[in-house]
């Protein structure tokens, strides 16, 4: 019997449906994200391709701006770490000054607290600042190696000096609170046994772990060591690496994320270090272009003293930029950020050399499962310090490369 028209257009549209799609017949079309169980930890790999993620944009105008030398501000040295607190107030570190500052969600400013020196509320270097429920907020001193806390009304409550060294021989880089009286220490050594004698350009390499402990010193568990930043050593000097890997850690009430930066992994324990999912996205990792180290050295060598020769700046370069030290990969995250809500947002790694912007500019937005959602590109000038839903508290520069506090509001 032949097949009628009707059927025969049923015959064919699967194989047009296919074709359209990019898939033989017989074949679906790979999932987007693709989930498998090992040991209890959920492993999520993202297949899709990130052009294809809604790109979500800011309002053309803040909602609020808080501006240094304004409205009885004090002009600001450099901010650090800006924060919400529970109510709307916000929090702003001047890290230049050693100072905090209480503004009202207006922007009014409240109270400031602390200053130089090494007494109880004084600093030296505030790395950042962590609000937890009931807006108690930790203050974390790296010169200091202590953190300290204050209540929601910027008065001294105690300080916690870090735990002496118990996996590794290390110096913290960050102390932040996951819940009342639990913390987690972010530590790192640079291991000089990997360095060879008498080598003119070498890396030297930093081992990195993680640290769970309460408030009186007691190690409740802690992340096997791992392989993170690296610096350039040479027979004279030592030299930040302008394509080294930046390990991440960040913390919200319920969770823990965190992750070397070499690749696109995002590892996600509960509160008390139990790992749960682990985010991968294997498609967008790739190699080191030369293209691309050229092109950043070309912008690097624009930004050097005027007063240097071209030779002195050619030698400066040779060494930053020298194969011995480029790593075969180009690291693939640069920051992450937990909003309390779920999402958790993912910033593309930026290769540093100041004054040009290294934070992340480029995020993806992932749901808590792990499921990419959007995409969001900010402004060269612009830090994301936090997030709430669909606002973002970010640090920008205006013309005159003053800093200031912001609030957005991200559309769709």
């Known amino acids: 019997m032949r097949p009628s028209a009707r059927s025969g257009l049923g015959l064919l549209l699967p194989v047009v449906l296919a074709l359209e799609t990019g898939c033989a017949p017989g074949h679906s079309p790979e999932p987007p994200v693709s989930v498998r169980d090992s040991a209890g930890v959920s492993i999520v790999t993202i297949n ?24 009885n501000v004090p002009d600001f040295v450099s901010l650090g770490a800006v924060r919400w607190l529970g109510d709307e107030r916000i929090l702003a570190v001047d890290a230049g000054a050693n100072v905090v500052h209480l503004f009202e969600s207006s922007g009014t400013l409240v109270r400031s607290f602390g200053r130089r020196g090494d007494g109880p509320g004084e600093f030296r270097e505030i790395v950042s600042a962590t609000v937890i429920s009931g807006d108690s907020i930790l203050l974390f001193d790296r010169r200091h190696r202590r953190g300290t806390w204050l209540n929601d009304r ?61 408030a009186d010193g007691t190690l409740i568990d802690s992340v096997p060591a791992f392989e993170g930043r690296h610096g350039i050593q040479t027979t004279d ?27 696109w992994r ?27 180290v050229d092109l950043f050295r070309t912008q690097v060598r624009g930004t050097l003293p005027a007063h240097m020769t071209d030779l002195q700046a050619d030698q400066l370069l040779d060494i930053q930029f020298s194969s011995r030290i480029l790593p075969n990969t180009r690291p693939a995250i640069g920051r992450v950020i937990l909003d309390p809500d779920g999402p958790i ?25 792990g499921t990419p959602t959007s995409r969001l590109h900010l402004p060269d000038q612009a830090r994301l310090e936090e997030v709430r839903g669909d606002r973002l508290l970010m640090v920008e520069r205006d013309s005159l490369d003053v800093e200031y506090v912001a609030v957005y509001v991200v559309r769709e």
């Open 266 to 292: 995002v590892t996600i324990l509960k509160r008390d270090f139990v790992a749960v999912r682990d985010v991968r996205w294997p498609s967008v990792d790739r190699g080191l272009s030369a293209g691309e």
């Open 345 to 369: 947002w993912v910033g593309r790694f930026k290769p540093l050399s100041w004054p040009i912007p290294w934070e992340p500019t480029d995020w993806v937005i992932l749901a808590a499962d």
């Open 154 to 214: 910027f008065e001294l409550i105690t300080t916690v000096p870090v735990p002496g060294p118990v996996t590794l021989g290390t110096a913290p880089i960050n102390l932040l609170p996951i819940g009342a009286g639990v913390l987690v220490a972010h530590r790192y050594r640079f291991d000089d046994s990997l360095l060879e004698p008498g080598v003119e350009i070498q890396r030297s390499r930093s081992r990195e772990d993680l640290l769970l402990f309460t």
């Open 237 to 263: 000097a030592n030299y930040r690496a302008p394509w080294s890997v930046r390990p991440f850690v960040a913390v919200d009430p319920a969770r823990v994320a965190y992750g070397p930066g070499d690749t």
């Open 48 to 71: 899709a391709d990130p052009a294809t993620l809604p790109l979500r944009s800011l309002e053309p105008e803040p909602r609020l701006v808080i501006e240094g030398g304004k409205d």
